[in-house]
């Protein structure tokens, strides 16, 4: 059960009048025309063997801890994310941080990846900016799920790290330059295996079925971040899948606190 999640589809046009339609013939069916669940798992058995995306190890961890199971984590990976290099953002002028963004950095510094729930207009593109300037020789790629991204991010990073930024989407195929900015609907076209850090703006908007998938697809070693702030809002339930490929909340913030 911690490998799967109940998936709710909805319906809507002909495809929700004909299951009106149906209820209304079988009213005792246990139908319900406006929604369909459907339990769905976040694993595959191959050869007697369980494989699952790399977000969920610490929710795995968790359970063996508290069956008191005993096991041995071994990390496979070869090229880990180096610490962040901090004196880099003394080449930066007049550098300053909205409420505790500083405390988003460090977490993404220090952990294997996951979730972080900022509010609308927190300037996560700020964020952004500096990682790619704290980890000055790894890959890395800043996704979105429009093309926002791609236009109004472009400029900043290339004023901080010139010549470094390229894009992918949106007419643009720079797929050679150390930090790539891809839109969602291009994931296919970037290749996440030389990638070393992967943040995703808007993050829940990921979740979809072409969308994961095309983040699954390929192998990488890289450490994945998510950024939202409408984390835990999809009524499709599809919030496990993010945490499948991310890992869990690391961090909420809110103006109210």
């Known amino acids: 059960s911690l490998l799967s999640y109940s998936h709710r589809t909805w319906f809507q046009g002909m495809d929700l009048f004909n299951r009106q339609q149906q209820k209304r013939h079988f009213p005792q069916s246990i139908l319900r025309p406006e929604f369909e669940d459907q339990v769905r798992r976040l694993y595959e058995t191959i050869e007697g063997k369980i494989y699952c995306s790399a977000g969920l ?18 990390d496979l990976r070869r090229d ?21 963004q500083e405390e988003v950095i460090t977490t993404i510094d220090c952990a294997d990846g996951g979730l972080i729930n900022v509010p609308t207009g927190y300037g996560k593109t700020h964020i952004m900016t500096l990682l790619c300037k704290l980890y000055p020789f790894s890959r890395i790629a800043c996704m979105s799920p429009g093309l926002d991204l791609i236009k109004s ?76 702030a409408s984390l835990n809002s999809r009524a ?22």
Not at 57 to 74: D, H, P, Q
Not at 197 to 219: G, K, P, W
């Open 153 to 228: 991010t472009y400029e900043r990073l290339n004023a901080v790290i010139p010549g470094d930024v390229g894009r992918i989407g949106g007419g643009f195929y720079e797929p050679e330059r150390r930090v790539i900015l891809c839109s969602a609907d291009s994931i296919h076209r970037l290749d996440m295996s030389k990638m070393s850090l992967i943040i995703c703006d808007e993050v829940h908007a990921f979740a979809t079925t072409e969308r994961s998938i095309a983040l699954c697809s390929q192998h990488t070693e890289a450490k994945m971040f998510g950024l939202s």
């Open 236 to 257: 499709d339930g599809a919030d496990a899948v993010l945490e499948a490929i991310f890992g869990p909340v690391l961090l909420t913030i809110t103006y109210g606190e």
């Open 80 to 100: 880990i994310l180096p610490p962040a290099d901090y004196s880099r953002l003394l080449d930066i002028p007049n550098l300053s941080f909205r409420y505790r």
């Open 57 to 74: 190890k610490s929710k795995i961890i968790r359970a063996l801890e508290v069956l008191k199971l005993s096991y041995v984590y071994e």
